[in-house]
């Protein structure tokens, strides 16, 4: 009998299942907000200039496709290194691999951190981005959380995020959001990040700083703050970065793994065991994308490019949460809505039941998640008047 016959179908990954069933809905009038996809003004994902012209540049010195070395692109490497850490820390400080998006640098943390201590702890946020407890699980570790977010008060439940981490057991790997907290849209300040950093260094923690929207939220020097400030306090991080919205390039699977190593001896160490995670598990990574961005971060000019490119997905969010926020004034003054505005990057906890996020869907072909989240970043001007007269009548 095969090994096949006793295998049960798995329920549709919550988010990309969502896209699945908005794909096959057959209303004219239907809006996806469910992924976490920046559209522009026209509803498409955008190919950024600079993009196109780093592709022309490297059509036209066209070179062989051969295999990339196990940790990726040098220049690449080095181009991420000095994006997300400046001049914070050493180069030689860092052990950096290119990886498939940011889910491939968390995954090949995850992997090198169950080799370290398989009985360490996983802490992230709650709630946080679906995939950073199934992925740390699949890795073998136990997975629990500490208080992110205050329905009631809409707000980050910041004295509970710190009691949370103020008890956990030294060496427990703790899963923080860099910059535009996936799903909620809300932040921590500074000061409180400083707090945080604090507990982490008294309480011998391992933290692992989530970067996926570096320059969504005010700026690419803003947004790397928190990574900055584990950097110069040489605390042992974690750190993963994705390229996915920023560049736009989301099927390229391009992103890394940073981790902020005590000297440079250590450096070169954990380097040689992350290339063997990934060694065994897909050998080394693919060439495009690393080339692509590489050549626009070395590029003086296709790097401000990039910058303003980035800035205009930045303002563009912005808009529509202002416009958002505005029309559901209008609509329905007997509710708060100015916490549209005070979230950051592409995401909004609307905090709309999941009986009203399925009224959106079933009666308006309005797609979000069921627990309130909406990206805010596929809206545009055309859908926008839609969207307000829907969650108007919803909420
Ligand atoms: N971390 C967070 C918090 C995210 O929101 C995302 C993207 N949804 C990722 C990681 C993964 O990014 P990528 O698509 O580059 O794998």
């Not at 991420?80 to 968390?106: C, D, H, K, Y």
């Not at 103020?166 to 899963?175: D, F, L, Q, R």
Request: net charge negative; with cysteine.
């Amino acid at each position: 009998m095969s090994i096949l016959r006793s295998v049960q179908g798995a329920p549709r990954d919550p988010i990309l299942g969502l896209t699945e069933a908005y794909q096959s809905d057959t209303r004219d009038q239907k809006v996806n907000l469910g992924v976490g996809v920046y559209t522009d003004s026209e509803g498409k994902v955008p190919l950024l200039d600079c993009v196109q012209a780093a592709d022309k540049q490297l059509a036209e010195g066209r070179t062989p496709w051969s295999y990339l070395p196990i940790d990726g692109l040098k220049a690449y490497d080095n181009a991420v290194a000095e994006l997300v850490f400046g001049t914070s820390v050493p180069r030689e400080r860092l052990a950096v691999v290119q990886a498939l998006g940011g889910t491939g640098g968390l995954k090949v943390a995850a992997d090198f951190l169950h080799q370290l201590d398989p009985d360490a702890p996983v802490l992230i946020s709650d709630p946080s981005w679906e995939n950073h407890r199934a992925l740390f699980t699949r890795a073998g570790f136990t997975v629990g959380s500490y208080p992110y977010y205050d329905a009631a008060k809409r707000a980050v439940n910041f004295a509970g995020m710190l009691e949370g981490l103020k008890a956990a057991a030294p060496g427990t790997i703790v899963v923080l959001h860099a910059c535009c907290h996936n799903p909620t849209g809300y932040d921590i300040t500074r000061e409180q990040w400083q707090q945080v950093l604090q507990v982490v260094q008294e309480g011998r923690l391992v933290p692992l700083l989530d970067m996926a929207y570096q320059g969504f939220a005010s700026g690419i020097e803003d947004d790397g703050y928190a990574v900055r400030l584990f950097a110069e306090a040489g605390v042992t991080t974690f750190v993963t970065t994705s390229f996915s919205k920023t560049f736009s390039l989301y099927g390229e699977r391009i992103g890394a793994l940073s981790v902020i190593c005590g000297d440079d001896d250590e450096a070169k160490r954990v380097l040689s065991q992350l290339k063997i995670v990934v060694r065994t598990n897909y050998s080394n990574p693919p060439t495009h994308g690393a080339k692509v961005v590489a050549t626009v971060l070395a590029d003086e000019t296709l790097r401000q490019q990039w910058e303003d490119e980035l800035g205009a997905m930045r303002d563009r969010i912005k808009a529509m949460r202002t416009g958002l926020r505005e029309g559901l004034e209008k609509a329905r003054p007997d509710v708060d809505w100015s916490y549209i505005t005070t979230q950051n990057g592409m995401f909004s906890y609307s905090g709309l039941s999941k009986e009203a996020m399925g009224k959106l869907r079933e009666e308006y072909g309005i797609y979000g998640l069921d627990s309130g989240r909406i990206c805010v970043a596929a809206l545009n001007e055309k859908n926008l008047p839609y969207v307000v007269e829907a969650i108007a009548a919803v909420a």
